[in-house]
Nanobody, 125 residues
Framework: QVQLVESGGGLVQSGGSLRLSCVAS????????IAWFRQAPGMEREGVSC????????YIADAVEGRFTISRDNGGNTVYLQMNSLTPEDTAVYYC??????????????????WGKGTLVTVSS
């Protein structure tokens, strides 16, 4: 059974950093791309970053480029999202998902099969 569990969210001041973790079980990271998404209150879900399963290519949304970095630890079956220089506009529930992704304008195209339950990130001003 495919399962994704996010952790690492919390309250941080503007300008601070957080690292989110997504632990995958029931499959290996070589089987699926893993992406991070976020959804702020009253807003649509948006793709943040994705790391491909085939060659580890990474894709990042324009809104977070230069501040967020995605990486993976194949041995630990974990994907990370390092978030630096956070602003209140980054406040959202962050989800990881497994599926496929390819680069596209402003970020990436995706088709996701499994989703985690999310972790809340709150950035105070």
């Amino acid at each position: 059974q495919v399962q994704l569990v996010e952790s690492g969210g919390g309250l941080v001041q503007s300008g601070g950093s957080l690292r989110l973790s997504c632990v995958a079980s029931g499959f290996s990271l070589g089987d699926y791309a893993i992406a991070w998404f976020r959804q702020a209150p009253g807003m649509e879900r948006e793709g943040v970053s994705c790391i491909a399963n085939s060659d580890g290519s990474t894709y990042i949304a324009d809104a977070v480029e230069g501040r967020f970095t995605i990486s993976r630890d194949n041995g630990g079956n974990t994907v990370y999202l390092q978030m630096n220089s956070l602003t209140p506009e980054d406040t959202a529930v962050y989800y990881c998902a497994a599926g496929m992704c390819v680069g596209g304008p402003g970020g990436f195209y995706y088709g996701m099969d499994s989703w985690g339950k999310g972790t809340l990130v709150t950035v105070s001003s």
